[in-house]
């Protein structure tokens, strides 16, 4: 079976889109039909660092809704900004 093309917000280009909405809701749907499956995945690497940055329970609302304010910037608005202490892991020599 075919990948499902989309045009990724993130890339400009047409990609394979994701297998399924993330979540049954207006974004969900928003990021099935615009996002690439490669967009999905830094995403998802990028959600890891704020979980971690701000040390964020995804159990607690406050929680979910800064998660998905982000994810909302990442891919349709002016991109999500880094923490403000944030230092990028160094690179293996």
Do not use: T
């Amino acid at each position: 079976m075919a990948d499902r093309m989309v045009q990724c917000v993130k890339f400009q280009k047409q990609l394979p889109g994701l297998d399924e909405p993330p979540f049954s809701n207006e974004l969900g749907k928003r990021i099935f039909e615009n996002v690439s499956k490669d967009a999905w995945q830094l995403w998802l690497e990028h959600m890891k660092m704020l979980v971690n940055e701000y040390r964020l329970n995804l159990i607690d609302r406050q929680a979910q809704q800064l998660i998905q304010q982000q994810m909302e910037e990442y891919f349709f608005g002016e991109g999500a900004a880094l923490p403000p202490d944030y230092v990028p892991p160094q690179a293996k020599q």
